[in-house]
């Protein structure tokens, strides 16, 4: 048998002409075709941004003219706004105020009638309340600390009552008295 | 010599920089338009494309917020709108609040109104004077102080914290110390008491047309307040 022998007649130097060749070509339909594409994109994406541009000015436009229509009603804006502020402010006001003759009229219902308040020291927000008075009885004294209390009386206000200091008044013939009156939380409050 | 030295030298009247010898030379010639291509396409992308893009998302943004807006702002002519139909309402409203909460601090008005509660009662009035303002709440509300002293019997004492408490333009206490003293010559118990008054206003309100109007009249809180300033006296 005699062996069959591919015999290549095309030099080499023009094999590797060729394949350069069609490397060149390739390359130059590549970064043609590249520089074709991001064109594209780009000017695609510009007019894009133009015509967004283009639809927000519109837009603003609108919105001025709905801008300038609310100016025209500025003055009963301004009372609306008004209303409303004034209106929220009494709310929270009223909520946070305290009714200090509340603590006059708790006092009063529980002074016995031989008792003297000679005077009442209130703070807002303080539920500590102090209450000085003079009396010429300690069964008084006693009396008007425990009407302080009493649900019927001053117990509808007051929670707890120190009697924090006593001084006999020889001349006067009188104790004075210092009472330290705990309210109920929010007790001044209505 | 040779033809194609006798060529250098036909050429050699006009003698070639080494960027043009570089441009002309066949690799250059080869490869250069394709890379430049490719150069010029990836600068595009970097310095066109992306900074478009990224301009484009912000359009969309400020776009889609413009819509927002004028949905909003056209709410706002419309609730506008609907109040101007009801301005006599308003009016009415607005004036009564005031009398509450007044919109400047009216401080002459005031002591004004607190002699005339005191005199009401009775109360003679020994100290009166405007303390200062300060702001109450991110400036919607402002508060007048007062200093107030008084001589009276105790029940007319009681009658004025009352009148306070009702009085048509909304007054409240501080802090109240009273003592009793008996007049020597007459006998005569009476009542000094020493309280610092807080009044409120709402200075008039700065106007914006982004900010929407959550008001409405027929809101619970505020017809229950209507309520509750009937009840209020004027001095």
């Known amino acids: 048998m005699i062996e069959r022998k591919e015999i290549e007649l095309i030099p080499k130097e023009i094999e590797a002409a060729k394949s350069k060749d069609t490397l060149v070509r390739r390359v130059r339909l590549f970064g043609f075709l590249f520089f074709i594409v991001s064109l594209l994109i780009f000017g695609g994406i510009f007019a894009f941004r133009l015509s967004l541009a283009t639809k927000l000015s519109g837009l603003e436009e609108d919105s001025a003219q709905e801008v300038a229509g609310i100016a025209q009603f500025a003055e009963i804006e301004a009372k609306v706004l008004g209303l409303e502020n004034k209106s929220s402010a009494l709310t929270k006001i009223l909520a946070q105020r305290d009714y200090f003759s509340v603590v006059l009229a708790a006092v009063e219902t529980s002074r016995p009638a031989n008792l003297k308040v000679t005077g009442v020291t209130i703070q807002k927000d303080n539920v500590l309340i102090t209450i000085n008075g003079e009396t010429a009885s300690y069964v008084t004294l006693a009396s008007f600390l425990q009407n302080l209390v009493d649900d019927g009386k001053g117990g509808k206000l007051f929670t707890n009552v120190i009697l924090s200091s006593v001084n006999q008044n020889n001349a006067k013939g009188t104790a004075e008295f210092v009472i330290e009156a705990t309210t109920k939380k929010d007790g001044l409050k209505r | ?235």
């Open chain 2, 1 to 235: 010599m040779d033809a194609a030295t006798s060529l250098q030298k036909q050429d050699s009247g006009r003698t070639r920089t080494p960027f043009a010898s570089f441009l002309a030379s066949s690799e250059v010639r080869t490869w250069g338009p394709p890379i430049v291509l490719f150069v010029i396409g990836i600068l595009l992308i970097v310095f066109g494309t992306i900074p478009s893009w990224g301009k484009v998302q912000d359009l969309q943004s400020d776009i889609v917020a413009e819509q927002d807006r004028i949905v909003a702002l056209k709410e706002k002519s419309r609730q506008l709108l609907d109040f101007s139909d009801q301005s006599v309402e308003i009016d009415k409203q607005f004036t009564v609040f005031d009398q509450a909460i007044s919109s400047e601090s009216q401080v002459p008005e005031l002591l004004t109104q607190v002699q005339k509660i005191s005199a009401a009662c009775g109360v003679k009035v020994t100290t009166l004077q405007f303390g200062g303002e300060k702001e109450k709440t991110s400036g919607k509300l402002q508060e007048v102080r007062l200093q107030y002293a008084s001589e009276s019997s105790f029940s007319r004492l009681t009658c004025f914290l009352s009148a306070i408490e009702k009085a048509s333009r909304l007054i409240e206490m501080e802090s109240l110390r009273y003592s009793l003293s008996v007049n020597e010559d007459t006998g005569a118990q009476i009542i000094t008491a020493q309280s610092t008054l807080l009044s409120y206003y709402t200075p008039t309100p700065q106007l914006s047309p982004d900010n929407p109007l959550t008001f409405s009249l027929s809101d619970e809180r505020f017809l229950k307040n209507i309520e509750l300033l009937k009840e209020f006296k004027v001095y």
